[in-house]
């Protein structure tokens, strides 16, 4: 049973952020780094696991998805969230599943580089903190 140590970054990160931070030649790859060194806690769904497995399937390899995805199953900072309602915020459908595990877990950053996701500013209720993967890194610390 994993414990929740207390954590100012709360936050849910779309697939192609992740695939653009897995390689360690990124220059985003820190967000990598600060998964696996427990500096932020990660919020997912079985739907959103599914996908990184696909995509990472496809962008790197069989063996990397499986490797990765294995560790951050493993991660005391990484949660599994089970989502009871959909938002339905988002234009493509497909991705809406992210949204819905942001309100889920009450996290306080969604992490898309997606233009897709830009609607959600204008979103007044549920309040949705969306940074794109610069963005990210140039906030502060909440």
Known sequence: ???????????VIDTNVLVSALSSKS???KLVI???E????VYITDEILLEYEEILRIKY???VAINFLKALKELPNVFLVQVYFRWNLLKDMDDNKFVDCYVAANANILISNDKGF???NQVEFPVIRLMTIEQYFVQPTI
């Open 1 to 11: 049973m994993k414990t929740k140590k207390s954590m100012a970054n709360k936050v």
């Open 61 to 63: 390899s069989e063996n």
């Open 118 to 120: 830009r609607i959600l």
């Open 27 to 29: 220059e985003y790859h």
């Open 38 to 41: 427990e500096q932020i806690e």
């Open 34 to 36: 600060d998964i696996l």
